[in-house]
């Protein structure tokens, strides 16, 4: 039994790997026409590539026949857009222009009505304040004038009033634009500004002669003595302000009587220094010819002895 089914096995094994095979080299022929040959390697194209895979950007093509955008135009845009944003600034301020005042008028109102609720209170206390001044300010001056009346009769106070009216109507008629003291203090300054110009052209020039030899001249006698005169009227004004007395300080006739006398000797000192400094200009002046002359004089003998040596006289015998 085991010799007669030995074979029978081995029979029935090979006839098993042959079919086997047979169906394995059958199935396997449509595979192998599948694959893909040496020529065409890659893969297939797939939907799912299609949402993952990078769009290739493909360049605009450029013709030798396209030309660039002029100058030109493009400066003509800028100059569009410029006009475009000046207009609308032009617009802007014609608006505001328009409503400038009446939003001024409206702002000072507000600040009106800010200002009054504001400072009300305050406003109110110094209105008060102003009118307590007034009246002790009343009582100092009445006080003052009481004093300075003291032990004097009503004609003796009213001759202290003239008089004290009378300094203060001359001493302002000297303080007008066509008064007498004006009038000394214009010529004084037009001669100062002519001599100046002398000098400085005298200066310029050689050996201290100018073409036309012009010299610095005095203002006038009818100058000095009006500076004379108006000197001796302030005087008499000092005196009679003097005269007037003494006035307690916190009194307005204080404070008059202290004004015009400071008043009154600045005018006298503004004519002294004026008068100084003409009288020296005018000594300058003269010492200044005298020096000429005399180097004047100089160069004539210097001329003539110079001249002597080299001519000689028709009676002089040579030897």
């Not at 400066?75 to 014609?94: N, Y």
Request: hydrophobic share 35%.
């Amino acid at each position: 039994m085991s010799v007669t089914k030995q074979p029978q096995l081995e029979s029935t094994f090979q006839r098993h790997v042959r079919s086997s095979s047979k169906q394995l080299s059958a199935s396997n022929l449509p595979c192998m026409s599948l694959l893909p040959s040496k020529k065409d390697q890659r893969p297939a194209f797939s939907t799912l590539q299609q949402h993952f895979t990078p769009k290739k950007t493909t360049k605009a093509p450029t013709a030798s026949f396209f030309a660039p955008p002029s100058s030109k135009q493009h400066h003509d845009d800028t100059s569009l857009v410029e006009m475009g944003h000046l207009q609308m600034e032009l617009a802007q301020l014609h608006l505001l222009h328009r409503s400038a005042s009446t939003i001024q008028a409206q702002w000072e109102k507000s600040a009106e009505r800010s200002l009054q609720r504001r400072f009300g209170s305050l406003s109110k206390q110094h209105l008060e304040l102003k009118e307590i001044a007034c009246e002790s300010q009343a009582l100092i001056n009445q006080s003052g004038l009481l004093s300075w009346c003291r032990k004097l009769s009503d004609v003796q106070i009213a001759e202290k009033v003239q008089l004290l009216s009378r300094c203060i109507v001359e001493i302002g008629s000297m303080l007008d634009s066509q008064s007498r003291y004006s009038c000394l203090i214009s010529l004084f300054e037009a001669w100062s500004e002519e001599a100046s110009r002398i000098r400085a052209t005298r200066d310029h020039s050689i050996h201290g002669f100018g073409l036309n030899l012009d010299f610095v001249e005095s203002i006038g006698d009818g100058w000095t003595a009006e500076v004379v005169t108006l000197n001796k009227k302030l005087s008499s004004i000092s005196r009679e302000l003097e005269s007037l007395g003494e006035v307690p300080k916190e009194s307005s006739v204080s404070r008059v009587l202290v004004m015009l006398k400071s008043m009154v000797n600045n005018l006298k000192f503004e004519l002294e220094f004026i008068r100084s400094i003409e009288h020296e200009s005018m000594t300058q002046e003269i010492s200044w010819v005298q020096d000429r002359i005399k180097d004047l004089a100089d160069d004539v003998d210097n001329d003539i002895n110079a001249m002597a040596s080299t001519y000689k006289g028709i009676w002089y015998d040579e030897e």
